[in-house]
C-alpha cells in the first residue's frame, strides 16, 4: 500500500525567504505524486503533479517541485514566499493511472508566514 | 477550473439523526466521486468512492450501513451519516476527476458537529 510522509507539521518562514516542504511517498510502481494547498473555508487546490517526464515540474503561484526517484522525494519550493501563500498543504500519492485513482495523502505542513 | 461545490458546507445535528452532504460537479460530468473525511489537523482519509450507476466502494474500516453513498446523477453524489454520533463530527470532503484535464477538484468541504 502507498504511503505519504510529510515530517515538518508547521513551518514558519518570513516574507521574501525561500521555502522548501518535504515530502516523501512509498508506492511499489510509478508514483503519482500531486501538491494540493489547502485555505481555510476553501477547498483543496491543486498547485502541480508529476506523472513522468521532465522531473523538475512546475505548478501555479510560482511553486516547483523536484521527483527523485533514488530519494523517494517530491519536495515542493518556491524562491520566495508571500504572505499569502500561509496555508496547509499536503503531499498526495496516487494509486493506480489517470485521474480516478486513488488519493493517499500525507499529514500536511501548516506554512506560516511572518512579515 | 473545474468547479466542485458542496452542501451544506456546515451542519449541526443531534446524536442519532442522519444527515445528506451533497458533493455535485458544477461544469463537468464526474462518473466517480470520492469522499474523504479530516480530522482536525490531520490528514484527508478516503472513505470511499462514488461510481454512477454502482454501489459505492468503501475502504477498509468504514461502514458502509453508517456512511450512506449514492451517486445519483453525472453530476451529484450523496453522502447520508447515519444515526450520528459525536465520534463522526468532523470534516467531510469531496472530490471529482476531470474528464478534460488529469486532476481532481475537491469541493471546499462539509463540517458536521454532532451533538
Known amino acids: 500500500a502507498q504511503s505519504v510522509t510529510q515530517p515538518d507539521i508547521h513551518i514558519t518562514v518570513s516574507e521574501g525567504a525561500s521555502l522548501e516542504l518535504r515530502c516523501n511517498y512509498s508506492?511499489?510502481?510509478?508514483?503519482?505524486l500531486f501538491w494540493y494547498v489547502q485555505s481555510p473555508g476553501q477547498g483543496l487546490q491543486l498547485l502541480l503533479k508529476?506523472?513522468?517526464?521532465?522531473?523538475l515540474v512546475q505548478g501555479i503561484k510560482g511553486f516547483e517541485a523536484e521527483f527523485k526517484r533514488s530519494q523517494s522525494s517530491f519536495n515542493l519550493r518556491k524562491p520566495s514566499v508571500h504572505w499569502s501563500d500561509a496555508a496547509e498543504y499536503f503531499c498526495?500519492?496516487?494509486?493506480?493511472?489517470?485521474?480516478?485513482?486513488?488519493?493517499?495523502f500525507g499529514t500536511g505542513t501548516r506554512l506560516q508566514v511572518t512579515l | 477550473g473545474a468547479v466542485v461545490s458542496q452542501h451544506p458546507s456546515w451542519v449541526i445535528c443531534k446524536s442519532g439523526t442522519s444527515v445528506k452532504i451533497e458533493c455535485r460537479s458544477l461544469?463537468?460530468?464526474?462518473?466517480?466521486m470520492f469522499w474523504y473525511r479530516q480530522f482536525p489537523k490531520q490528514s484527508l482519509m478516503l472513505m470511499a468512492t462514488?461510481?454512477?450507476?454502482?454501489?459505492?466502494?468503501?475502504e477498509q474500516g468504514v461502514e458502509k450501513d453508517k456512511f450512506l453513498i449514492n451517486h445519483a446523477s453525472l453530476t451529484l453524489s450523496t453522502l447520508t451519516v447515519t444515526s450520528a454520533h459525536p465520534e463522526d463530527s468532523s470534516f467531510y470532503i469531496c472530490?471529482?476527476?476531470?474528464?478534460?484535464?488529469?486532476?481532481?477538484?475537491f469541493g471546499p468541504g462539509t463540517r458536521l458537529t454532532v451533538l
Open positions: 472530490s471529482a476527476p476531470s474528464g478534460t484535464s488529469d486532476s481532481q477538484y
Open positions: 508506492y511499489g510502481a510509478t508514483p503519482y
Open positions: 508529476y506523472f513522468s517526464g521532465d522531473t
Open positions: 498526495a500519492v496516487g494509486a493506480g493511472t489517470g485521474t480516478a485513482s486513488k488519493l493517499t
Open positions: 461544469d463537468f460530468q464526474a462518473t466517480t
Open positions: 462514488s461510481n454512477e450507476g454502482s454501489k459505492a466502494t468503501y
